[in-house]
């Protein structure tokens, strides 16, 4: 028997139409640059067929390449304008970490303090990673004491801290993805699921951050980590 949909899941269409209004809320001229890049890709391929007289086979492949190249900058124009909607919001680098394409597990704010500064641990190739939202001179001992109480855990296993922000020494939200994926591969899939198992007995540091996680906003998968 057939699944049925869920009827609150919006179609393919429907969900490039949001985005689409998404992109114009962000920034007024990005759809026409999705349209003028497109435009200007067929141009240019039916132009080089009119001079070498391949007139039709260029209007084919020229549609073709006029609508991966659109689609192509209205996908970083998405992900401009997502990454411009969650900055400045509270578990803005969970949304992006929940969004990493591979063998990733993500804790969201596994330690809060009193001025909602969060620590989110991920878990993957490169072993144990703790990502911070604050300011640098607030998390940095936050920082260190967590990452001395997951040590106690994962004994043996590197531990890597990033402090996610626009300060001095921090990692922007929009290279966060980026940074991470960069991290050597130092465990493999069994090692990566013992790591797992040994942190479901650390327990969270509360209190919870006031206000609601981001919800409803769908990051873009980043690349698979080589």
């Not at 179609?11 to 640059?33: D, E, S």
């Not at 391949?54 to 609508?67: C, M, N, P, T």
């Not at 960069?182 to 040994?198: Q, W």
């Not at 969270?204 to 409803?216: D, Q």
């Amino acid at each position: 028997m057939a699944k049925s949909e869920d009827p609150e899941k919006p179609g393919r269409i429907k969900q490039l139409r949001m985005i689409a209004k998404i992109i114009k809320q962000a920034n007024p001229k990005g759809m026409p640059i999705v349209f003028l890049s497109a435009v200007g890709t067929l141009a240019v391929i039916v132009v080089i067929g009119l001079v070498t007289d391949y007139l039709w086979y260029s209007v084919f492949l020229g549609i073709l390449a006029a609508f991966t190249v659109g689609l192509v900058v209205f996908g970083q124009l998405a992900q401009r304008a997502q990454y411009s909607i969650l900055h400045g919001q509270t578990g803005a680098a969970a949304a992006v970490l929940q969004g990493m394409r591979g063998n990733w597990q993500v804790t969201p704010a596994m330690a809060v303090n009193r001025d909602q500064d969060l620590i989110h641990l991920v878990i993957g190739h490169p072993g144990v990673v703790l990502v911070s939202e604050g300011p640098g001179n607030r998390v940095a001992k936050m920082l260190a004491a967590e990452k001395k109480r997951v040590a106690r855990v994962v004994l043996g296993i590197e531990i890597y801290d990033i402090q996610c922000g626009d300060g001095e020494g921090q990692v922007p939200l929009a290279k966060l993805q980026r940074h991470i994926m960069k991290l050597p591969r130092n465990l493999k899939k069994p090692a990566i699921n013992e790591v797992k198992d040994r942190l479901r007995s650390l327990p969270k540091n509360m209190p919870m951050p006031k206000g609601p996680m981001p919800k409803g906003v769908r990051m873009p998968r980043g690349p698979k980590m080589r």
